[in-house]
């Protein structure tokens, strides 16, 4: 690989090289560039402020809203992979933020839930994540508003459409 700076005096390739992106058009990488940028600025911001990354964050919030679901669920909607939501589930357990049960109906599996502790710390994060959305948002009056998450929602639905998922 080139030193940087012969590959800064390198010629960009010709228009005719092919095609290209444009980058101000592409909805994937819209998407995926807003994703980082908000992902890594409230990973900074949350564990600074209250001692959890962002995907500890995605986690707990998403126990707040179905307690004692079991990781392949966390793994469905978040659309993470097992291997980083098991570490992240152990470390969130070692720290007494969630609690890791065996399903009684199915030994198998595991009933994961927020503690006391745990829902505290959620209690606190989420006011700073609605702020943090409040004023992403705040470009937009209410129906524009609307109209993103309804585009976002029906987006997130016809992932299949790429993926190959029939469920999103």
């Known amino acids: 690989m080139p030193s940087p700076?012969?590959?800064s005096r390198q010629k960009p390739a010709p228009s005719d090289a092919g095609p290209t992106l444009d980058l101000d058009r592409y909805v994937p990488a819209f998407v995926t560039f807003?994703?980082?940028?908000?992902?890594?600025?409230a990973t900074a911001f949350y564990q600074r402020q209250f001692g959890v990354n962002v995907?500890?964050?995605?986690?707990?919030?998403?126990?707040?809203?179905?307690?004692?679901i079991p990781a392949?669920?966390?793994?469905?909607?978040?659309?993470?992979?097992?291997?980083?939501?098991?570490?992240?589930?152990?470390?969130?357990?070692?720290?007494?933020?969630?609690?890791?049960?065996?399903?009684?109906?199915?030994?198998?599996?595991?009933?994961?839930?927020?503690?006391a502790k745990g829902r505290a710390t959620h209690d606190k994060v989420i006011v700073a994540a609605l702020e943090r959305e409040r004023r992403l948002l705040s470009?937009?009056?209410?129906?524009?508003?609307?109209?993103?998450?309804?585009?976002?929602r029906r987006l997130h639905e016809?992932?299949?459409?790429?993926?190959?998922?029939?469920?999103a």
């Open 55 to 68: 995907t500890e964050w995605r986690i707990m919030s998403l126990l707040a809203i179905e307690p004692g």
């Open 72 to 115: 392949s669920r966390i793994c469905h909607v978040i659309g993470f992979d097992k291997g980083p939501v098991s570490r992240t589930l152990a470390g969130l357990e070692k720290r007494g933020l969630v609690s890791i049960r065996t399903d009684p109906h199915d030994g198998r599996t595991h009933s994961i839930a927020l503690t």
């Open 158 to 167: 016809n992932l299949g459409a790429v993926t190959g998922d029939t469920e």
């Open 139 to 152: 470009c937009l009056n209410k129906d524009e508003r609307e109209v993103l998450i309804d585009l976002l």
């Open 34 to 41: 807003i994703a980082n940028k908000l992902s890594n600025s």
């Open 5 to 7: 700076s012969i590959r």
